[in-house]
């Protein structure tokens, strides 16, 4: 008689749940078992570590796969099992990643920990991964949640397979609804009031609240007091919510006809406006994209401004130019810093407005959101669970599917949230959509590609940039390392059915973008395509997101919605009045507030860049990357903590402490 000392860890959740009957079956590559061993058995000690002894007459070798069955009693209910651990009886120890759920009276097969190519798999298991695959994709289904939008899960919230939802330490239904969250920031007495505040100063009643209970921070509090300034609207370009959308112009499009007469007393290195472009001085934030959008209705207002940019002799980037529209003309008027100041204040107004918009949408939601959850879904319907891609990935998609399908439902929706807040309605985000996806490209994905096609390299004080690129090249380093333990070869990569399936399927979810890989033939095409994928779903959206809280919160630097029309002359009377009757009411303020301090919550728990708790992977080597990387980050959020020590405004939205793994919020 030889025994297996068999360990399964399941989830605290699990607990309390015994109403299942769980079976475990050991099976070697001979397909030799042995008896099927009942799992959780009831004991008055709640234990996540449940410990069997198996007996079998022979010795049944090697373990290579174990077997779980969920038979129903009493009540049915999911159980989750975190891993398993076999110790045979010549003391060979496996290790069986499993992370998954047993829903209604139904098996699984989980494989030894060691990750494996399918072409470096057995016949045997190559068709299991080819049948497992097969069953994933009709619970997995791509959908068209709206017309232009990249793919998503053809599923509501509820519907949601157990694999994606959230687990029970993240309910976000608190989160989701904004009257409590008004409620608990003690916002109610402006909710839903349709008032214009007086004046600016009025909006600091708002905040004050917050301030009590600590959730002002140092940068909103240097916003409130600087916000008008240019130097100030010029800094939110580099290292606001929205850094992407400033570059490097060394020629005026005909659109925006900028004279040197117009900036000459904003110039202060003596020279001509033409030799500051070809200086690389000058910088452009062009909001065409906006170009054709529809508000969402007679009451508020959107357009598609373009500000020109420059960098003066205090390194400091300011604004020298606004046109409101894509349209010069006399009804479209190029705003100056030597007009009037109630007229620049509006049109930065403007600008910042628009720019809310896009951030949002595009900048946000586009292309971290929707794009992580395609790769995420790509991800579940074509890599089997032991393949190494889907063990490196999987950190780095956790809830993202869920927190999509609830912003699907409550954020983005006809009637949700966005459409309260802003200028923009459903009709309206199509076709925002639809612009945004026409000049989507995979390079764009690419930080350092996107940082050079921009021309902004060389820009002083660009924080983001500097973050960004660190992280990087420690992801990258990381993920290079990991491919190479697996793939030994251009060729290997090539002769993989599943890598190759999960990126064209990524790139259908993307309406079969032209500009995205369909296919890869080179480890290092693949170290970059996963690179994407990883920095995406963490550090970019880590920038643009967690500062909401910190730049929107002072509504009249970033409006979510104006409420008159754009001016289309200078010099009116009682411009102050019509600015404060332009900017967002109480109700629409105090929403923005709920809004953006909601969406810039971590978890208790959070799981920030390169914090891998569970045990997917098994093998030394990956694991001494994964040392590695953790200490590689380490060395950046110092490195970032040193640079911020000395800086006035500190740009934390890129330290690897703080930046979650996913896209969770």
Aim: hydrophobic fraction near 35%; aromatic fraction near 12%; include cysteine.
């Amino acid at each position: 008689m030889s025994t297996y000392k068999v360990t399964v860890y399941i989830s605290k959740q699990m607990i309390a749940q015994t109403t299942n009957r769980i079976y475990l079956t050991l099976m070697d590559s001979e397909k030799r078992s042995s008896e099927r061993t009942l799992v959780n058995y009831w004991s008055s000690i709640p234990k996540t570590e449940i410990s069997l002894d198996i007996h079998v007459e022979k010795n049944i070798g090697d373990i290579v796969q174990v077997k779980l069955e969920k038979q129903k009693h009493l009540v049915n209910s999911p159980w989750f099992c975190k891993h398993i651990t076999v110790q045979t009886p010549s003391a060979d120890y496996f290790e069986f990643p499993c992370y998954c759920w047993l829903v209604d009276e139904n098996e699984v097969m989980i494989r030894e920990g060691a990750a494996r190519l399918p072409q470096d798999d057995t016949k045997y298991f190559q068709e299991q991964r080819k049948d497992g695959l097969e069953s994933r994709q009709k619970i997995i289904r791509w959908n068209e949640w709206s017309p232009g939008f990249p793919g998503s899960i053809d599923a509501k919230v509820k519907e949601l397979p157990k694999e994606v939802q959230f687990d029970g330490e993240k309910d976000l239904d608190w989160y989701c609804n904004l009257a409590e969250v008004v409620v608990y920031l003690g916002l109610e007495k402006f909710y839903d009031h349709f008032e214009s505040f007086k004046k600016i100063l009025d909006f600091e009643n708002i905040l004050k609240h917050l301030g009590t209970l600590g959730h002002k921070t140092a940068v909103l509090e240097e916003l409130v007091k600087y916000w008008n300034k240019d130097y100030m609207f010029g800094y939110q370009f580099l290292n606001g919510c929205n850094p992407v959308m400033i570059r490097k112009c060394t020629k005026l499009p005909d659109k925006f006809p900028v004279t040197h007469e117009m900036v000459e007393g904003c110039l202060r290195r003596g020279v001509t406006l033409q030799e500051e472009l070809q200086a690389g001085n000058i910088y452009i934030a062009d909001y065409e994209i906006l170009k054709g959008v529809p508000a969402s209705s007679s009451q508020r207002y959107l357009t598609a401004p373009i500000c020109l940019l420059y960098k003066n002799n205090l390194n400091q980037i300011v604004p020298i130019a606004i046109q409101l529209s894509q349209t010069p003309g006399e009804m479209s008027p190029i705003f100056l810093p030597s007009d009037n100041k109630y007229d620049w204040m509006l049109a930065k107004m403007w600008v910042k407005s628009s720019d809310f918009i896009v951030h949002q949408l595009v900048t946000h939601l586009l292309k971290t959101h929707l794009l992580a959850e395609v790769f995420e879904i790509a991800m579940y319907r074509q890599l089997s669970a032991v393949h190494p891609v889907y063990k490196l990935l999987i950190p780095h998609v956790r809830f993202t599917i869920a927190i999509n399908a609830k912003a699907r439902e409550n954020l983005i929706s006809e009637g949700g949230v966005f459409s309260k807040i802003s200028s923009i309605s459903g009709a309206g985000m199509e076709k925002l959509m639809k612009n945004a996806m026409e000049t989507l490209t995979y390079k764009s994905l690419c930080f350092p590609e996107d940082i050079k096609a921009r021309g902004m390299e060389d820009v002083p004080n660009y924080y983001y940039r500097d973050d960004g690129m660190r992280i990087w090249e420690e992801i990258h380093s990381f993920v290079s390392a990991v491919v190479m333990i697996y793939y030994d070869s251009n060729k290997a990569v090539q002769q993989d059915v599943e890598i190759q399936g999960f990126v064209k399927d990524a790139c259908f979810g993307i309406n079969n973008s032209d500009s995205f890989p369909k296919s890869l033939k080179s480890r290092e095409k693949l170290v970059e395509y996963l690179t994407v994928v990883i920095f995406t779903a963490s550090a970019q959206h880590g920038a643009v997101n967690f500062g909401q809280f910190d730049w929107y919160s002072w509504i009249p630097n970033s409006p979510s919605t104006m409420r008159k029309p754009p001016p289309q002359k200078k010099g009116q009377e009682d411009m102050m009045e019509y600015i404060m009757e332009s900017l967002p009411d109480h109700g629409c303020s105090s929403e923005v507030l709920g809004t953006v301090w909601s969406l810039t919550r971590t978890e208790k728990n959070e799981l920030f860049l390169g914090m891998y708790p569970d045990m997917y992977f098994t093998e030394q080597p990956v694991k001494e990357a994964i040392k590695t990387f953790r200490k590689k980050l380490d060395e950046v959020t110092n490195i970032i903590k040193s640079r911020n020590e000395e800086l006035t405004l500190a740009y934390c939205y890129l330290s690897p402490d703080k930046i979650p793994n996913s896209v969770a919020i």
